[in-house]
């Protein structure tokens, strides 16, 4: 059974870091796309960062301040996120694309079920 556990999440002031892990389990995904969303509070989910190979991508509104890493190793991938602000405040999900890229909100791949960030002021 495939399962995806998050981790790394929890309360930071204005200008904090926090990386976010994500451990996967059940087979091997070398080579498929990773990727981390989130949902704010009242929005709909959106895509943060992905990474495919050695191809990264990242949102206009993380540029510069998240990075996204992956171990396939050890079927892992990590969020390192610095200088956060309350609009990062969120539930940040980890996802595998078996298909695409990872950057797509349904995509129909195997997603975690969450960890919550909080940003205050």
């Known amino acids: 059974q495939v399962r995806l556990v998050e981790s790394g999440g929890g309360v930071v002031q204005t200008g904090g870091s926090l990386r976010l892990s994500c451990v996967a389990s059940?087979?091997?995904?070398?080579?498929?796309?990773m990727g981390w969303f989130r949902r704010a509070p009242g929005k709909e989910r959106e895509s943060v960062a992905a990474?495919?190979?050695?191809?990264?991508y990242y949102a206009d509104f993380v540029k510069g301040r998240f990075r996204i890493s992956r171990d396939d190793a050890l079927n892992t991938f990590s969020l390192q996120m610095n200088n956060l602000e309350p609009e990062d405040t969120g539930v940040y999900f980890c996802?595998?694309?078996?298909?695409?890229?990872?950057?797509?909100?349904?995509?129909?791949?195997?997603w975690g079920r969450g960890t919550q960030v909080t940003v205050s002021e």
């Open positions: 990474i495919a190979g050695g191809t990264t």
């Open positions: 996802n595998i694309d078996l298909t695409g890229s990872a950057t797509a909100p349904d995509n129909s791949g195997y």
């Open positions: 059940g087979r091997s995904f070398g080579g498929y796309a």
